[in-house]
């Protein structure tokens, strides 16, 4: 074993206050059913220290290991994962002078974030002995478990639902992963999953298991070592289907406030599709969990979440940044991504292209100030 220096102490249940050997291959809280998260001994680490060390370190996300769940350093399945860049973009009309930023995870293996999530949970995965994963997917998360799971030589099996483009069972299946179609919402397609796979597989359901989201914080470290601790983004602009991100940002800068190099952390917005907009609706009713959106309907698939499981860390998450949400109609969106590559050379993912759509609007409701500096986090590669 080549020790990683992880400082991974426990799981906890945020809704039960239950707390569980980490070692353990575990989903869900068994108590509640709630999502568990991972807590890390950052008492007994010198941030300042720590933070300083990381320039000698290669870039990409594994140079936080410490803060990240995996003990042995063999066991981590890695494809290189960059540091994503972070860029300034141009106003989005005239008459807006905010300072706009992007980062592009697009720039990761298998063309978007969900890269983050899967390396670093099927790294622990194999590390506590799984023999098969599986997940629903409206097509990214599948694509990059699907990759992963080869590079980590850990069978893998990805339910799409019916509406899902034929490509892109293509490209699962082009890592070797079985693809079953199933149902015609990705709510449909983990249904059937865990009926499947109840007595055979590993569930990487969207926070169906405590580990995607320490992949996703990593979005929280690059940011704070990109713009610096003093000029970070007052707020993140964020397309938002199952929320995982959301709980990670969140988590990510609130264990770098822990570790005393951040004094605040920037506001996160969520934005959905008008078509699927469950999160957004919750924020505006001021409701503890997201009401089942009943017929999600939308260009986007990794969008059209009618339900996100533990909707409450979520909101959570939000609510505690400050921050807020939005809904842009499916025309918005296109269009948008229209216009991030016409003018700024990026071909991003219509998830992604959500971001910009939403801008305009943020400012004219005062959700974003002209003297601040936005963040948009795009997502995902577009097909160019």
Known sequence: MTASGSRLRRLICRACCSEFDPNELR???????????????????????????????????????????????????????????????????????????????????????????????????????????????????GIALAAYGARAAIPVVVYLPERVDPRTAERVRGYGAEVVRTGATIREAGAEARRREAARGFDLSTLREPYRVEGKKTMAFEIAEQFGPEALPDAIVYPAGGGTGLVGLHKGFEELRALGLLERSPRLIAVQSEGCAPIVEALREGTPRVRDWSEARTVAPGLAVPSPFSSERILEAVRASRGGGIAVPDSAIVAAGHDLARRFGLAVAIEAAATWAAVPALHSSGVLREDERTLLYLTGRGDG
Not at 53 to 61: A, K, M
Not at 84 to 102: K, M, N
Not at 106 to 130: D, H, I, Q, W, Y
């Open 27 to 141: 989903g869900p809280c068994p108590s509640c059913g709630h999502t568990l998260l991972a807590d890390y001994d950052l008492k007994g680490l010198d941030g300042r220290v720590w933070w300083r060390g990381l320039r000698d370190r290669p870039p990409g996300l594994w140079r936080y290991r410490e803060l990240l769940p995996v003990a042995d350093s063999g066991a981590i399945a890695t494809l290189g994962e960059p540091t994503t860049p972070a860029f300034r973009l141009g106003p989005p009309s005239e008459g807006v002078r905010s300072g706009l930023w992007a980062k592009d995870d697009g720039a990761l293996p298998t063309g978007s974030f969900k890269a983050r999530g899967m390396t670093v949970a099927v790294s622990r995965a194999r590390e506590l002995g799984a023999q098969r994963l599986f997940a629903p997917s409206a097509g990214n998360a």
